[in-house]
């Protein structure tokens, strides 16, 4: 893919991060059918949907949401995405969507939890019980995420997906499991194939690690290195390798985790600052521990990774990733 020396504006950075690979295009190709995503709404799932309908024209691609952010069910009308708003906390809402062989699942409650913890249970886990009871036929690819992981050493290798996901206390992660284990549990009981993707941590010129630390430089406000590492993948490539994952589904469901690099904040502080002309303001040490991981089953990341070093590490590599570097 060529890649522009700047984004000029976000027309152009959602126009890039919604443009399919040949690589999606082929693997598409083995996996016939319409496309619906369930989730539609949110950081990722607008450019996910568009590259699908890019990825696969004359096929349905659907996205079903609330539609609560102003515009949105327009837009994604007017890039050839059919739209259904629905509550996904209903049963009757679930049982009246259309068949499709394709399902990517990325509903959810994030981050924030406190106040409301039944919410997040029931979004995380009861709402993945009745996906995969209606859609049992189907391909599910689900999103999950690299929190479902306790806590390892930044001197090693990282988790992989062959480590059992015992996330540290937390309500978030811990629903986070649940809901892994209830795809888990119909995946069994019905014969679906799919996928759940464990990302960690996607990232666009908007928002993500990088933008963070970049906005704590420009505020002059100091950085707390205690979570000092952590995983990145440029939006593009999660939005290409979740829709790849569709011709990769194994029966019963299995666990990929998706992302590029570790990056150390130090260095990625050090490195913006000298771009910006700012003195980074650090605070505190990096722990011995910290979520990250690698990947043990290279099928959804080897390839991603050159898009995230080129356009994403802002640290000195090291090691294999100095080898493995463009």
Known sequence: MNLPDRIADAEVLEELMSRPSDALNADLARVPGDIMVLGVGGKIGPTLARMAKRAAPDRRVIGVARFSEPGLRERLQSQGVECIEADLLSRDAIAALPDAPNIVFMAGRKFGSSGSQWLTRAMNAHVPALVAERFARSRIVSFSTACVYPFVSTAGAGATETMEPTAPSGEYANSCVARERLFEHFSHQYGTAGRQLRLSYAIDMRYGVLHDVAQKLVRREPIDLAMGHANIIWQGDSNDWTLRSLAHCTTPISPLNLSGPKVSIRSVAHAL????????????????????????????????RRWTRRRC??????????????
Do not use: F, N, V
Request: with cysteine; net charge negative; charged share 15%.
């Open 273 to 304: 600052g000298e771009r910006l002309g700012i003195a980074p303001q650090l605070t505190g040490q990096e722990a011995d521990t910290a979520g990250w991981w690698t990947a043990a089953k290279p099928t959804a990341c080897t390839a991603s």
């Open 313 to 326: 590490w802002t640290g000195p590599p090291t090691g294999s990733d100095a080898a493995a570097r463009p």
